[in-house]
């Protein structure tokens, strides 16, 4: 099943809709309760990546019978050192991030905490790719 | 403690969720930072939290957290309401601050995750 969402600069107001659904969809195939938070939550934290410090993209998802990929592709302004953002605590959040709830620094890990595969692509002036591979058994 | 117990300690109006309010709890996780209540594995805790928008919902339901005590004299909108009510969450609100609502919740035995 490939699904496809697409997200906008700076849209709280709906950010987490395409996590959302892709849970539903996740619960519906029956995947196990526990596989389906750790995608949601590492979807969720993407998602927001993409609306909270980029300029919108692309959620890309494929679900098979025995696993999950997403990609989520933005339009930029790319990550300059990904070794640092993936630091727990690490953030560039501005103060309108931090009003929402967001900018503690511990989106990229715990995305690294819940998929079984990650790969962060990023160039500055480009954008960044964020793919994720959940495995359901 | 149960959900009703922790609304009377806290002094807390219920919102949504009243038909749970015979749930016993043990845990009890507190944060303004949605991220950090992401990082929280399989528990679900009582989460506090001063964060009243709609990202409280939206990140409590990725992360399978449905009962939420908004402190601070944090008000829910309508549309929160409605949203943690579809999600079949339980939140209320309290006037306190975040450190009284924590040492109250400590006192009546509640645990923390860490
Ligand atoms: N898609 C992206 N585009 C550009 N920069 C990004 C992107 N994702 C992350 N970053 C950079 O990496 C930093 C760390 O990201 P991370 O998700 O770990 O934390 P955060 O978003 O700042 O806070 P949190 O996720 O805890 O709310 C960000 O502050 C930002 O500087
Ligand atoms: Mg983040």
């Known amino acids: 099943m490939h699904l496809e969402y697409q997200v906008f600069e700076a849209d709280f107001v709906n950010a987490g809709a395409a996590s959302s659904a892709i849970k539903k969809t996740l619960k519906q195939l029956n995947v196990n309760p526990q596989i389906v938070k750790r995608v949601v939550v590492a979807l969720y934290e993407a998602e927001v990546n993409a609306i909270a410090h980029a300029y919108g993209g692309m959620i890309y998802a494929d679900i098979d019978a025995d696993k999950i990929i997403v990609k989520v592709v933005d339009k930029g302004p790319g990550i300059p050192d990904i070794e640092w953002a993936m630091q727990e605590g690490n953030s560039t959040a501005s103060p309108e991030v931090r009003n929402m709830g967001f900018g503690a620094g511990m989106g990229l890990p715990n995305i690294r905490k819940n998929v079984d595969r990650l790969d962060v692509q990023s160039t500055v002036g480009v954008g960044t790719s964020v793919e994720m591979e959940v495995r359901f058994v | ?114």
Do not use: W
């Open chain 2, 1 to 114: 403690m149960t959900l009703k117990e922790i609304a009377e300690v806290l002094e807390a109006k219920v919102l949504c969720g009243h038909d749970r309010l015979n749930e016993e709890h043990e845990s009890a996780f507190a944060s303004d930072l949605m991220s950090d209540v992401l990082t929280l594995g399989d528990y679900n805790p009582v989460i506090l939290t001063g964060l009243c928008n709609m990202q409280t919902i939206r990140t409590c339901e990725m992360g399978n957290l449905d009962i939420i005590v908004l402190v601070r004299r944090k008000k829910a909108s309508e549309e929160m309401i409605e949203e943690a009510e579809d999600e079949g969450m339980v939140v209320m609100e309290s006037d306190f601050s975040m450190f009284k609502a924590c040492g109250l919740l400590y006192q009546g035995g509640m645990q923390p995750i860490f």
